[in-house]
């Protein structure tokens, strides 16, 4: 193997989805155990199974905001998670509160723009936060995630709330991200219109009787 070969595939690990033997413990609870899986750039993940079984934690454990019990993380060094937080000023108009985070990642005001364009809300880019409805809100939440320019994407039940219109966006958008090497792992129970190269299914498993 030549050189310019072997820089090429360690690039492409350093910039890959990495858990291995993964297991998490919330309180006495052992919501799941030995996870192994990977996604490679370009590559999308969907993360399945009941309420409870550990699906928002898993995305927090990789986000880094969770230790796991046991196992290893790899993972790009960009990660956006999108969650039930807003992260963003609800006092402020949308454009303003994005223009917060776009300072102190170095963006610019059209960065700010296409975010809030891909989240297909141009019209309330002017409207206070607070003002949003359940649906402007989650539109709200991702473009926070799209302005990131982050290689994974992190996303809990990104389409909540979302008509039918707006999941089309979502998926175009989330396509687009997928075409530019960016990957994506995402908790949801709603259909999202992109294939997924991979498909993680979360079992119940019994609250813990001993320590593990």
């Not at 492409?12 to 609870?29: E, M, N, P, Y």
């Not at 969907?46 to 079984?53: A, P």
């Not at 979502?170 to 960016?182: E, I, K, N, W």
Request: charged residues 20%; aromatic residues 4%.
């Amino acid at each position: 193997m030549n050189e310019g070969a072997s820089t090429k595939m360690r690039d492409q690990a350093s910039d890959s989805l990495r858990a291995q033997t993964l297991s998490c413990v919330r309180g006495d609870k052992l919501l799941f155990r030995d996870l192994n899986f990977a996604l490679a750039p370009g590559q999308a993940g969907l993360v399945t199974g009941s309420n409870g079984v550990g699906k928002s934690s898993l995305l927090r454990l990789i986000a880094g905001l969770l230790e796991p019990f046991s196992g290893s993380i790899h993972k790009p060094a960009a990660t956006a998670l999108c969650d039930d937080r807003m992260a963003l000023d609800e006092n402020l108009s949308l454009q303003h509160a994005l223009r917060f985070w776009a300072r102190l990642d170095g963006q610019s005001e059209n960065d700010c723009t296409a975010a809030i364009a891909a989240a297909g809300m141009d019209h309330l880019a002017e409207v206070p936060i607070r003002y949003f409805s359940t649906g402007q809100r989650q539109r709200a939440r991702l473009a926070r995630t799209f302005l990131s320019h982050a290689n994974l994407w992190l996303l809990d039940e990104p389409a909540n709330g979302l008509d039918k219109a707006s999941v089309i966006l979502l998926g175009q958008t989330l396509q687009t991200h997928l075409d530019r090497g960016g990957m994506i792992l995402a908790a949801s129970h709603i259909a999202l219109p992109i294939t997924f190269d991979l498909n993680l299914e979360l079992a119940t498993i019994e609250q813990l009787e001993t320590p593990l």
